[in-house]
């Protein structure tokens, strides 16, 4: 029986390899990438200003909530004239920067995908519909549960002094909160990145769970608006699940399972 050749389907070598790129090829990509980005925000940032005004009701409607359950007056103040135009302004860039999430995290994929293999490129659709989804999925979350628990807390406890709330604290702290929430709902995104190159593992978050929920109780602290154990357990509960979630994903994407499965597969 004549040997297999070279050339034969049998013994051709699956090319897996990472394109390689210089330093100055990857200063020109990051370039590039940022470059669309900014005009993808640049665009939803002017989107946005069409409609800027019912924006602005909707981020104060938590405050006037709480301030109406108590009986105070239910308008925010301002101490500049410009402060008006500059809350604008700032409201329509950062929900232009929601708006234009879809497109931006796309050109992060982009940016990061010359370091991939070839068959860890299909994740690119899995990736984009996470991100984003876990990206509103946060802020929604914020917005209509943390944010609006703190504030009622704070103004309760407060309701025997006359409030004087600008507009400019008021959303310096939202977007605080609101923009802090949808980034720490990234959390299983930033270990599937960290587990598929092999650099954490399921079984170490496993062991350091104690610790790692000292870490999310510490930042759930200086996030919170508030003192209260019970505002500050509402941000930790979410990214305890969100770390637990993690876990799962790790061990499903770390290079030693995904070797064993191929073995079983052959």
Excluded at 221 to 237: R, S
Aim: charge should be positive.
């Amino acid at each position: 029986m004549p040997e297999a050749t070279a050339s034969s389907p049998v013994n051709e070598p699956v090319n897996d390899e990472m394109p390689t790129m210089g330093f100055l090829e990857h200063l020109e990509e990051l370039r590039r990438r940022i470059i669309y980005s900014i005009i993808a925000v640049a665009v939803g940032c002017v989107v946005c200003w069409k409609f800027v005004e019912r924006i602005v009701d909707l981020m104060q409607r938590p405050i006037v909530q709480a301030l109406h359950a108590n009986g105070l007056p239910e308008k925010l103040v301002y101490l500049n004239p410009v402060d008006p135009f500059n809350l604008y302004l700032k409201v329509a860039g950062v929900v232009g920067l929601f708006v234009a999430s879809p497109v931006v995290l796309y050109q992060v994929w982009l940016f990061i995908a010359p370091g991939l293999y070839r068959n860890e490129k299909r994740y690119v659709l899995p990736f984009m519909v996470s991100t984003v989804t876990l990206f509103l999925a946060g802020g929604y979350f914020g917005y209509k549960l943390v944010y609006p628990q703190a504030l009622r807390f704070l103004i309760e406890f407060s309701k025997q002094f006359t409030p004087m709330i600008t507009i400019e604290e008021y959303s310096s702290l939202f977007l605080t909160i609101i923009v802090g929430m949808g980034v720490i709902f990234e959390m299983p995104i930033l270990v599937f990145f960290l587990a598929i190159m092999g650099m954490v593992t399921a079984g170490w978050m496993w062991r350091n769970l104690r610790y790692s929920i000292l870490v999310i109780f510490v930042i759930a602290a200086i996030l919170t608006p508030t003192t209260d154990i019970l505002n500050m357990c509402i941000f930790a509960a979410p990214m305890v699940a969100l770390y637990l979630f993690s876990i799962g994903i790790a061990w499903l994407v770390h290079p030693t399972q995904r070797k064993k499965r191929q073995g079983k597969k052959s």
